[in-house]
């Protein structure tokens, strides 16, 4: 099956650390992207990348890092600059080209909760 | 002012309802409208995609845009507890650009 996977399900973070999140897709698509969601307050964008190996800033990306090595894979960190990583994590994808960028497909959704 | 404001809920109806779910907007650049549901931490799905202003249904879902009023809506007729998710409207310029996200409505459909 086609799709997005994102793992863990589930992280903790203590303080002071650096944890990554992975996201793997097997779409065939250009574009991926990561996303933070807060109760209450949607969907914020982090970073994307549109093609493999370049990436750009979202809205908020203070505290984050990505890398893409590879179409298939957009793994992020949350790094110890990040001081409210508390958050639902959401990968997507979509096929890349500018004027249908905006049908994405998203992962399960990783829960990243500080100790 | 955020660019795309959407009525937080939660919204609680009864089983067969008629839903009506709505985001405003201030860009009258955006073209691509869509909504996606979201269940309970999981990933959103495209629900509904509208090109321009107009109506669009599928099944008991019909989405409305009327970019005079930058208002879009989300219309669910025979609501099902199955219904019950977190719809978030999203929409984006034409030729580039990021999609921007309203904050997501939260449904409930009681049996």
């Known amino acids: 099956d086609g799709g997005i996977t994102q793992s863990p399900k589930y992280l903790f973070r203590k303080e002071g650390q650096n944890v990554t999140l992975s996201c793997e897709q097997n779409?065939?698509?250009?574009?991926m992207y990561w996303y933070r969601q807060d109760p209450g307050q949607g969907l914020r964008l982090i970073y994307y990348?549109?093609?493999?190996?370049?990436?750009q800033k979202g809205d908020i990306a203070e505290g984050y890092s990505v890398s893409r090595e590879k179409k298939e894979s957009f793994p992020l960190t949350v790094t110890s600059a990040q001081k409210n990583p508390t958050a639902f994590y959401l990968c997507?994808?979509?096929?890349?080209?500018?004027?249908?960028?905006?049908?994405?497909?998203f992962g399960s959704g990783t829960q990243l909760s500080v100790l | 002012q955020k660019e795309v404001e959407q009525d937080p809920g939660p919204l609680s109806v009864p089983e067969g309802a008629i839903v009506s779910l709505n985001c405003t907007y201030s860009?009258?650049?955006?073209?691509?409208f869509m909504w996606y549901r979201q269940y309970s931490r999981k990933g959103p799905e495209l629900l509904m995609y509208?090109?321009?202003?107009g109506n669009k249904e599928d099944g008991r879902f019909t989405a409305q845009v009327d970019k005079s009023s930058k208002y879009i809506s989300l219309f669910i007729r025979d609501s099902q507890p199955s219904d019950s998710a977190t719809y978030l409207c999203?929409?984006?310029?034409?030729?580039?650009?990021?999609?921007?996200f309203g904050q997501g409505t939260e449904l409930s459909v009681k049996p």
């Open positions: 997507a994808s979509s096929i890349g080209n500018r004027d249908r960028s905006e049908k994405l497909f």
């Open positions: 779409l065939n698509h250009d574009a």
């Open positions: 990348s549109q093609i493999v190996n370049d990436f």
């Open positions: 860009n009258s650049a955006f073209q691509y």
């Open positions: 509208t090109y321009s202003s």
């Open positions: 999203a929409m984006k310029v034409s030729g580039g650009g990021k999609l921007i």
